[in-house]
């Protein structure tokens, strides 16, 4: 069994910054590509930055610039810095791995549970 727990959101003033972690858990043979997406009310999920095995990144045009994704892949832990933070980042902001659990097997794509980040002044 795998899980993965967020943290790190939060209520910010726009302009402000957060940094939300992701730490998976269990049974974790590697690691693909980590991820983060979000979901604002009323819209569909959106990815917001993915981060594969190798270090290559990709960013969604919006946070292009603000926000950086990392990864620590001895913890098995993805970070997402949001800076320069405007109300419309306002979300559940949900992360995303892919995961193999044992050697020779498929990968399996798990979520966390989600933390919310509110954009407000």
């Known amino acids: 069994q795998v899980q993965l727990v967020e943290s790190g959101g939060g209520l910010v003033q726009p302009g402000g910054s957060l940094r939300l972690s992701c730490a998976a858990s269990?049974?974790?043979?590697?690691?693909?590509?980590m991820g983060w997406y979000r979901q604002a009310p009323g819209k569909q999920r959106e990815l917001v930055a993915v981060i594969t095995s190798g270090g290559t990144i990709s960013y969604a045009n919006s946070v292009k610039g603000r926000f950086t994704i990392s990864r620590d892949n001895a913890k098995n832990t993805v970070y997402l810095q949001m800076n320069s933070l405007k109300p419309e980042d306002t979300a559940v902001y949900y992360c995303?791995?892919?995961?193999?659990?044992?050697?020779?097997?498929?990968?399996?794509?798990?979520w966390g549970q989600g933390t919310q980040v509110t954009v407000s002044s």
């Open positions: 269990g049974s974790i043979f590697s690691i693909y590509a």
């Open positions: 995303n791995a892919d995961i193999v659990s044992t050697r020779g097997a498929g990968y399996n794509t798990y």
